[in-house]
């Protein structure tokens, strides 16, 4: 008989979604409706920003606001090695050339010393990133970057409803982009939002992401380029949905991390993720622990597999993927820490509604793996 596998991710649709998608593909307003301008406000109300605009994607949100800090060919941008390959093709398609500093060993992002160690003359912004969910130095970084006259984005794509010193990420006054792929803890299939604390640059997102149109949707008046970015009514619909139940899901996914945390305590050869400290509370967007150096990874993920357990390579360092090292000649030795941490992190099955039977069956995988 062959068993059951345990999948890596899954999203979490409840009726309530299925309605709220309904309503919408029975209005007639599958674009530029109001579903749009509703999400915005909900969402921005409950990462504590002022102003979001809603758009096709995480990356199209980080793109548009590399566009608006002006990157322009040879600027140098650093951004952490430590992240989806998003966080710096966001600049790298504006004409910037990736800088990478190191990451720290326990959070994994970016460390602000080597941060401000990279620093040249040609430095015009820097991209962090709040990796798997747990918030980056911010007030660190932008000390740093106005120190040295930088901008300052904020790559929360995995980040929505993480807390940095007592508040949400989204409400620090940094522009930052959250992403709703299916594995986040929203989804709106595809999609992302951007959130700004102002207004000027709210009104270029909502400009640029609807091919410069003017903001109000003036018809066809363009006073400037721009990119089709635009999510549908659809999808802002089901993410209205998400977001009502967002702090469940929230809950129900520190619940099976928690699990995981007890599971893991019984076995030898992995790291748990970091905990929470009293500036840092990570919104659980996955679950990745590190095996310990010299434990042959793929061949786990291997024995994993065969007792039909999904687990990845999570996330493998930017600046060695195959393209980095063709265009800009990085090869290993450029970011050490965040080499030997992604030579070694793996992702375990992880949604909110994954069950507890299901963790023990994961964690017996990954124990005989280990063993
Ligand atoms: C850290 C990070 N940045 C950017 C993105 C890009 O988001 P999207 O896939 O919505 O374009 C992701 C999504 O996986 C991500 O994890």
Same mark, same amino acid.
């Given at each position: 008989?062959?068993?059951?596998?345990?999948?890596?991710?899954?999203?979490?649709?409840?009726?309530?979604?299925?309605?709220?998608?309904?309503?919408?593909?029975?209005?007639?307003?599958?674009?530029?409706?109001?579903?749009?301008?509703?999400?915005?406000?909900?969402?921005?109300?409950?990462?504590?920003?002022?102003?979001?605009?809603?758009?096709?994607?995480?990356?199209?949100?980080?793109?548009?606001?590399?566009?608006?800090?002006?990157?322009?060919?040879?600027?140098?941008?650093?951004?952490?090695?430590?992240?989806?390959?998003?966080?710096?093709?966001?600049?790298? $398609?504006?004409?910037?050339?990736?800088?990478?500093?190191?990451?720290?060993?326990?959070?994994?992002?970016?460390?602000?010393?080597?941060?401000?160690?990279?620093?040249?003359?040609?430095?015009?912004?820097?991209?962090?990133?709040?990796?798997?969910?747990?918030?980056?130095?911010?007030?660190?970084?932008?000390?740093?970057?106005?120190?040295?006259?930088?901008?300052?984005?904020?790559?929360?794509?995995?980040? $929505?409803?993480?807390?940095?010193?007592?508040?949400?990420?989204?409400?620090?006054?940094?522009?930052?982009?959250?992403?709703?792929?299916?594995?986040?803890?929203?989804?709106?299939?595809?999609?992302?939002?951007?959130?700004?604390?102002?207004?000027?640059?709210?009104?270029?997102?909502?400009?640029?992401?609807?091919?410069?149109?003017?903001?109000?949707?003036?018809?066809?008046?363009?006073?400037?380029?721009?990119?089709?970015?635009?999510?549908?009514?659809?999808?802002?619909?089901?993410?209205?949905?998400?977001?009502?139940?967002?702090?469940?899901?929230?809950?129900?996914?520190?619940?099976?991390?928690?699990?995981?945390?007890?599971?893991?305590?019984?076995?030898?050869?992995?790291?748990?993720?970091?905990?929470?400290?009293?500036?840092?509370?990570?919104?659980?967007?996955?679950?990745?622990?590190?095996?310990?150096?010299?434990?042959?990874?793929?061949?786990?993920?291997?024995?994993?597999?065969?007792?039909?357990?999904?687990?990845?390579?999570?996330?493998?360092a930017?600046h060695l993927?195959?393209?980095?090292r063709?265009?800009?000649?990085f090869a290993e030795g450029v970011c050490p820490?965040?080499e030997?941490?992604?030579?070694?992190?793996?992702?375990?099955?992880?949604?909110?509604?994954?069950?507890?039977?299901?963790?023990?069956?994961?964690?017996?995988?990954?124990?005989?793996?280990?063993?």
């Amino acid at each position: 008989m062959k068993t059951r596998t345990v999948p890596l991710s899954r999203p979490y649709i409840d009726e309530r979604d299925e309605e709220l998608v309904l309503e919408v593909l029975r209005s007639g307003r599958l674009s530029l409706g109001p579903s749009i301008e509703q999400f915005e406000e909900l969402l921005a109300e409950r990462v504590g920003a002022p102003y979001a605009a809603a758009v096709s994607s995480g990356t199209a949100g980080l793109h548009m606001l590399c566009h608006i800090a002006g990157v322009g060919e040879g600027d140098e941008v650093i951004t952490s090695p430590v992240s989806f390959v998003a966080t710096a093709n966001c600049f790298i $398609l504006e004409g910037g050339r990736p800088v990478f500093a190191d990451v720290d060993p326990e959070t994994l992002n970016l460390d602000p010393e080597a941060v401000e160690a990279a620093i040249t003359e040609r430095t015009k912004g820097i991209v962090a990133v709040d990796m798997f969910g747990y918030p980056c130095e911010l007030d660190e970084l932008r000390a740093i970057a106005e120190r040295h006259g930088l901008w300052l984005i904020d790559d929360s794509c995995e980040a $929505l409803g993480a807390e940095y010193k007592g508040a949400p990420i989204g409400s620090h006054g940094i522009s930052g982009a959250f992403g709703f792929y299916p594995n986040k803890q929203l989804t709106t299939g595809e999609g992302g939002i951007v959130t700004t604390h102002s207004e000027e640059e709210w009104h270029l997102l909502k400009s640029l992401r609807n091919q410069g149109r003017s903001y109000d949707s003036r018809w066809f008046h363009h006073p400037r380029l721009g990119f089709n970015y635009r999510l549908t009514d659809f999808q802002a619909a089901l993410g209205i949905g998400q977001l009502e139940k967002l702090d469940r899901l929230l809950a129900m996914r520190s619940a099976v991390a928690a699990r995981y945390g007890e599971l893991l305590s019984a076995v030898d050869g992995v790291e748990p993720p970091l905990a929470d400290d009293a500036d840092h509370v990570r919104s659980w967007f996955v679950y990745v622990v590190k095996v310990a150096r010299g434990i042959d990874r793929d061949a786990v993920l291997e024995r994993m597999a065969e007792q039909g357990v999904e687990a990845g390579h999570y996330v493998p360092a930017v600046h060695l993927q195959p393209y980095m090292r063709e265009r800009y000649g990085f090869a290993e030795g450029v970011c050490p820490v965040a080499e030997d941490a992604c030579d070694r992190t793996l992702a375990l099955p992880f949604f909110p509604h994954l069950e507890a039977e299901d963790q023990e069956r994961v964690v017996a995988a990954l124990r005989d793996a280990l063993a």
